[in-house]
């Protein structure tokens, strides 16, 4: 039944490896990826007490080069590219000039001549077609070299400890977001101490041909466990982080989704006259948290409703986490009614559920910085 | 993939077991294992009236929430509350933990289902 269509979508160099997993394959963004392994909770939970191993090859990997990479990014990005030591990474959101979000990115900065823009699968053809379109006059070189790139993210408490095995770099000097070039297993790697589970890890990048020796030997330690979509989108949840396509997209500006933290209104970025003006008159609505105040589970696209039960919001991801007792969600509601404690119904199925606006912060993050 | 004789199953992977013109209904352990793991079951109002193939509830895993149909006609007449605190019974032991329990209204309609052979046939396929 699936297999005209799924023989047509992309693999990442290690699909072999999650079949002999026995992971659970699925269409991902025009990805062959492994939703679960052993199940989501069984993976969400080795994460947060062991070591979890994601694929993340799937990423896009863009390279920005030339004398005038520096303020190029900088009119890409939100961040202040100009505080960037080099080596630092920093998580940002390039935006449409309406203030809307193309996409949200990690860059690296090897120097001011050279940054590594690392953007959604989903994404890639349109983030290096929204850069190529901003290039304008610019001395740089916009390298999409995606294809090329294999990636792992290693993720939980006990990361550091299994990675220092197979470098003889000491990661201690890796900080909490920053990276380095480095050997693993005498492979040359990019090692970022980044990641999006909300705990301590690294994410590693290496040719796509050798990741697989790299996952080969991350797997093999009986402390690690491979992780898969399912887990990886409940963990970044918990940990209050935002995903393109639920929190945020291309209809709702940074400052809507709670993310005017990463938005430096000091620096020039194409959307920034948007934002101002958006920031002086104010919000007209907020990425909240949300929690059920009885049995059911909030999910993506639910409607978020007034206590008249008119309907004021909406669900952009929704959860009954591992050991948790309540369904927690995010939700993008109404600003007269994003008020923390404040009471509202989910319509789940045609049906009112109580529920109350909390904190995003579902979890306390364990980075180590 | 384990299946058990004597009971009637649907293309949406329910199972039927009949006593007394009473049917206890519940998913195949196929269905559990699609449907990973099962973190809330909405059960169906006792003395409800369904049609057959009408949604009597809602099963939730950590991903998604999935309708369960009916496959036959009738009243609810008991439901498994043991499911409301304990909901992944339906993963540990699919074919023990029925979901509700209806008075069927005409068994005839327990012809179109199929027996265990069928529905090995019927999973092997997919």
Known sequence: MRGNKMSQLKRTPLYEEHVKLSGKIVDFAGWEMPIEYSGIKQEHIAVRTNVGLFDVSHMGEVFISGVEAESYVQRLVTADITKLKQNQVVYTMMCYEKGTIVDDLLVYKFSNEKYLLVVNASNIDKDFAWMLSQKKNDNILIENMSASYGQVALQGPNAQKLLQKLTEFNLDDIKFFYFEEIQVQGIDCIVSRTGYTGEDGFEIYADKADIVTIWKTLINFEEVSPIGLGARDTLRFEAGLPLYGNEISQDITPLEAGLGFFVKLDTDFIGKDTLVKQKEEGLKRKLVGIQLLKKG?????????????????????GYLLPERDYSIAFALVDINHANLEEKL??????????????SKKFMNKKYKK | MKVIEGLYYSKEHEWIKVVDGKAYIGITEFAAHALGDIVFVELPEVDADFNKDEVIGVIESVKAASDMFTPIS??????????EDEPQLLNSNPFENHIAVIELKDESELEELMNSEEYTRFCEEK
Do not use: M, Q, S
């Not at chain 1, 119904?345 to 909390?358: G, Q, S």
């Open chain 2, 74 to 83: 009738g009243t609810v007449i008991e439901v498994n509350e043991n499911l």
């Open chain 1, 297 to 317: 589970i909030c999910r993506h696209g639910y409607p978020v409703c007034d206590l008249n039960e008119k309907e004021i919001g909406v669900i952009t991801t």
């Open chain 1, 345 to 358: 119904f989910i319509k789940i199925r045609n049906k009112f559920y109580e529920a109350k606006v909390t």
